[in-house]
């Protein structure tokens, strides 16, 4: 087998220099980095050599035409493999992928942790109102402590929407940690997986009228999108408070803007926008009771280090032609089998 005849390439940024590291002490393999500003003469003949592409999860922070969509497909025939950095996938077109016969993988439950963690933070510093309390102490003389009092969440009922990764380690979280009751809504798991991972299975409708806290942990798809909106938000009760790390677009922040000025829920946390970062204008971070983080629910260290490492050694076991374990478009298989066999001399198992 000949030097460097296995291409990957990526734009910008990896998960953590631990990627690199693993793929470099692979003498079959290079890896190449691009820029967003990459002129054509530079990125083009690297994505025309280009057996898989590293992408960036995060759709804000990479270049529109480094987005996996037909046009960049067309640009690079040899493309067997698309790897999300993260669990989420937003700048790839999976059924563009498919139709050209291109595997999608991406790193779920690498990060699972940090997420869950960091959504747990939001639930307890809402309820126990400890944003509203820091920014009243930092702008008024006399703070009446009275006006701020919280609630404590023992006892109280999480609704998550979304049982994978994340939503069954927040549901261990809740459940064990604080004793909370668990209410769980996730069309793709039968209600014996549900009640295994924590949660008791209920409509999504139930959920958000039956639950204290509304904690969104599903990824953006086309099911998905615009899922929470104004009826949703209608539905929660009135001492209810939203938390989302999951992705933008999922809920509907008009809708959230209008229940929040009307009071129809308590409060919100939010990690993810449809525009990252939001501006330090956008109408929600102007309200007292939103919680408010730059799409940093699962940038940590270890989250880092444990993606980058998971990322690198999925994308050699598929280089070496095994099955991904975290393949997002499964039936594209065959072709991918087929495609990868006419480059490399051999079916992948």
Known sequence: MS???KRVFYVKYLSNPIYAEILQARP???LDRLENESPDEVAAPILAAAHAYQVGAARDELAPHFHVHADLLRRAPNLLIVSSNGAGFDPVDVEA???AGVVVVNQSGGN??????HALGMLLTLSKRIIQADRALRRDANVNRNELMGTEVHGK????VGLGNVGRRIAALCRGLLGMNVLAYDPYLSATEMAERGGENVTLDELLRRSDYVSINCPLTRESRGMIGAREFASMQKHAYFITTARGFIHDEAALLEALRNKQIAGAGLDVWSKEPPPPQHPLLQFDNVLASPHTAGVTKEARENMGRIAAEQMLDALDGKRPPRIINPEVWPDYVRRFE????FAPG
């Open 342 to 345: 006419r480059t490399f001399g």
């Open 3 to 5: 030097v460097n005849n």
């Open 28 to 30: 079959d393999v290079r």
């Open 112 to 117: 699972a942790q940090s997420v869950a963690e």
């Open 97 to 99: 992928c498919t139709a």
């Open 157 to 160: 009922t999480v609704g998550i």
